[in-house]
């Protein structure tokens, strides 16, 4: 979520290691000469061009160890827009072993385990990062999206709460820890930051249909509804739009509107949207359904919902939705 370029950070490590930003700028002419692959290695050039011109760096061994851990870090920064995950890492891996307090290393390679979901082991290098620099910030948000994927979400916010002193204005890191908030079952804290993101002028159509969910749930049904609909005004039949404004429906007890917004939601490809979610539409359908008469029908949505999620009636509870 907020895995930010390292290069800038790995900068203040020395003077000699300014060197290490990479660019995606239009690549010079062809290199025939080390000062030119080199040029390639450290300055701008595209990402298979940075390849050659860092293979050519490290095979001679010509560098300082601070520039030579530069170049594998470039190289693993070329290999990571290649999506060549575990290249990037035996090169992050090389370029910690020749500087070992590059705390930009630590933090890409971390970024690299999370994308590749071996959390503790980039929870160890978001702690070493942080170890090395206390005001890094990207490094607080990427051990928090970590923590968010383990479902450790009290953890999560603790270190969203670090990342948002650090940088009060990123609407990513107030968003995510929204998110975060609503994971937990705290709404009402949640909707303080996605109102506040919102403010900050993030409108797009995820904010505002997650606050949609969170203000349903919490009893605000006719601002959700306000929030759903113009979530799926831009993109219409959103699954998870779909889901907050049929829970608000159902609140309202507009049980034709709850359901038609669940067979929608239901309809979409599975593999697009989360299963919570879609425990969610089909719980409530199946309420909706049992209380317009239709018991078989209800039941068998309710039974599909709780194979999704065995705890999913103890949530309806909690939202102040019985019935069932």
Known sequence: MHACPAGSAFMK?????????????????????????????????????????????????????????????NRGKAYENLNEPERAIADYSEAIRLLPKAYPA???????????????????????????????????????????AKGQYRRAIVDYDRAIELRPADDQYVGARARTYAADGQHARALQDYDRVVELGMRDVETLGDRCFSRAIVGQLQEALEDCNAALESVPDLP????????AHLKLGRLAEAIADWDLAVAADAQTWSARKRAIALFGRGVAKRRTGDTMGGDADIAAARALQAGIADDFTKWGIGGF
């Not at 002419?29 to 692959?37: H, S």
């Not at 503790?120 to 607080?140: G, M, Q, V």
């Not at 998870?240 to 829970?247: D, I, P």
């Open 106 to 148: 630590f933090y890409a390679r971390g970024n690299q385990y999370r994308f590749t979901e071996r959390y503790d082991l980039a929870l160890a290098d978001y702690d070493r990062a942080i170890e090395l620099s206390s005001d890094y910030t990207d490094a607080f948000a990427a051990r928090a999206d970590t923590y968010y």
């Open 13 to 73: 490590i020395a003077p000699a290691v300014a060197a290490l930003a990479l660019s995606l700028a239009a690549a010079p002419a062809p290199a025939q000469t080390y000062d030119e692959l080199a040029k390639w290695c450290y300055d701008e050039s595209t990402d298979r061009q940075s390849l050659q011109g860092c293979d050519a760096v490290i095979a001679a061994g010509r560098e300082h160890p601070t520039r030579l851990a530069g170049a594998h870090f």
């Open 240 to 247: 998870e739009s779909l889901v907050g404004r049929g829970l």
